[in-house]
């Protein structure tokens, strides 16, 4: 029961000058709750349509099924109350009680016999209804009311305690585990690798991301299936051909590599020259996507870390920094894995996929024709399938042998760098698909551990055994909270039996 303060509107005597707002505020606190009961005294001497304590309760009540009026001052104003009570124009829905107030220094027993005789005697207030006269009534109608209100409420808010204890009990099992030995926080460790080393497997490995069910970054395969495809739609982009000097990359390269010998074959070493100034020319593509796979798994390994060693703040930042370390020793290793595999393009020219010798006999097939048409002036361009009107005015001081050796030389090449950037593309796919699982499987467990017992970084299982001060504090609240929602349970169970027997009588 709250007795609060009435409405003050002018502040006087040293009262703060928003007095109102301050009352207002504190009594709209206690009546806007559905459990409270509001008890609206009303002086008999005012008109009720324009109390403020009114218009306050009907903001909270509108329909007034949790407001009972009790009308002082009976003695006072008797001549209308009858019509004011009975009337009800402001609807006050628990209904009315009309008292009389204790005046000098009566006493309690003395009062209640005064008031008595009042409505008994008095030719007005005589009238009004027994049933809603005199302090007794006001009492008894306040405990069937408040029992009315118990058995209403009490299961709502035997709902929102069980609600509550399972929040604090849910938050209280999310803390770190207090370790009270190295045996027990080496454990709790293979245990967050353990978890982090499931959680990587599943989404970078097996392509099972319902741990992520709507955060798409973390739906680990389809994204590097994004960035490979992409990254092989890069690299084999045909680039734009400049065909104003078409072949004469060809013919400077194999005028340096020209020997005594038969004018119809084709230097091997031409040929590598051409193929080498190829790979140069993408040799930073692949280096620049094994870096951008490797910055993306980084994200991710960071974000599992995170999440399977949030209970251990004390050590998350260890863990995150071996994470990094790893990371960047991986990378290190696949930029110089990826280099190798570019780099071997250059030492040698060899593949046995057939496609090979069938684009380049679809492709030397226009050979003769367009030799033909450079010797003898027939036109500026020749339309060449595979590459379109190329220039050819530029050609005529050559010799015929020179331009077959280009052509076939060029055809040659064009049939085998398509060959050669697929197999770059394959290479790395396998390469990824294996160090991915190689990282998950083996290094990452391995370069915590490392990092976790190296004194040198601190001693990661030691300082298991802490815990900050902000985790002990939030322990130690939880657990006060838990305890009263248990005991809070208790008591309203208890209540509920208690009005489960009285029903029963």
């Not at 006087?12 to 207002?24: C, D, L, T």
């Not at 109390?51 to 009972?68: A, N, P, W």
């Not at 069980?162 to 604090?168: C, D």
Request: glycine share 4%; charged share 25%; aromatic share 6%.
């Amino acid at each position: 029961m709250v007795d609060l303060p009435g409405i003050t509107r002018v502040p006087v005597n040293g009262q703060p000058e928003n007095i109102y707002e301050q009352i207002s505020g504190m009594v709209m606190k206690y009546i806007e709750p559905q459990e409270s009961i509001i008890l609206n005294v009303l002086s008999a001497t005012v008109d009720f349509t324009t109390c403020e304590s009114i218009r306050m309760s009907k903001q909270v009540d509108k329909t007034g099924e949790r407001t009972l009026a009790v009308v002082t001052k009976a003695d006072m104003a008797p001549e209308g109350l009858l019509q004011k009570v009975t009337a009800d124009d402001v609807s006050i829905g628990l209904g009315y009680v009309c008292v009389r107030n204790r005046i000098g220094e009566e006493t309690y027993e003395e009062a209640r016999i005064q008031e008595e005789l009042l409505f008994k005697t008095h030719p007005m207030l005589s009238m009004i209804n027994e049933d809603i006269v005199g302090i007794p009534v006001l009492a008894h109608k306040l405990t069937q009311i408040q029992g009315m209100m118990i058995s209403r409420c009490l299961p709502e808010i035997e709902r929102k305690i069980n609600e509550k204890m399972e929040i604090s009990v849910f938050e209280f099992n999310k803390l770190p585990i207090v370790m009270a030995s190295s045996g027990e926080a080496l454990m709790a460790l293979m245990d967050i690798i353990g978890s982090a080393k499931e959680s990587l497997l599943r989404i970078l490995v097996q392509g099972d991301f319902s741990e992520f069910p709507d955060d798409q970054k973390m739906h680990c395969t389809a994204r590097l299936a994004d960035m490979l495809s992409q990254f092989s739609d890069n690299l084999q982009a045909k680039p734009k051909e400049n065909l104003t000097e078409f072949l004469m990359d060809e013919i400077k390269v194999l005028e340096e590599c020209k020997c005594v010998g038969l004018p119809n074959f084709i230097p091997r070493s031409a040929f590598l020259a051409i193929l080498s100034k190829h790979v140069d020319d993408i040799h930073d593509k692949p280096v620049e996507f094994i870096k951008e796979i490797w910055d993306y798994i980084e994200v991710v390994l960071s974000s599992v870390i995170a999440k399977c060693s949030d209970n251990f703040p004390q050590i998350q930042s260890a863990i995150k920094r071996a994470g990094r370390n790893l990371m960047s020793k991986t990378k290190e290793r696949s930029v110089n894995r990826v280099t190798e595999i570019v780099e071997m393009e250059k030492l040698t020219d060899y593949t046995c996929n057939p496609d090979y010798m069938t684009s380049w006999t679809q492709k030397t097939a226009s050979q003769l024709n367009f030799v033909n048409s450079v010797l003898n002036d027939d036109d500026d361009n020749f339309s060449l399938p595979g590459f379109g009107d190329v220039q050819i005015s530029h050609l005529r001081n050559y010799h015929a042998h020179l331009l077959q050796q280009a052509f076939d030389m060029k055809m040659r090449i064009s049939s085998y760098w398509t060959i050669v950037l697929r197999r770059i593309v394959d290479n790395l796919a396998l390469y990824l698909q294996f160090s991915v699982k190689n990282l998950v499987n083996s290094q990452f467990q391995k370069e915590i551990v490392a990092e976790m017992v190296d004194p040198r970084a601190g001693g990661g299982i030691e300082r298991m055994l802490e815990e900050s001060p902000s985790v002990a504090s939030k322990r130690e609240k939880l657990k006060n909270s838990i305890k009263l929602l248990k005991e809070s349970k208790d008591v309203v169970a208890a209540i509920v039996d208690q009005n489960s027997g009285y029903g029963d009588r």
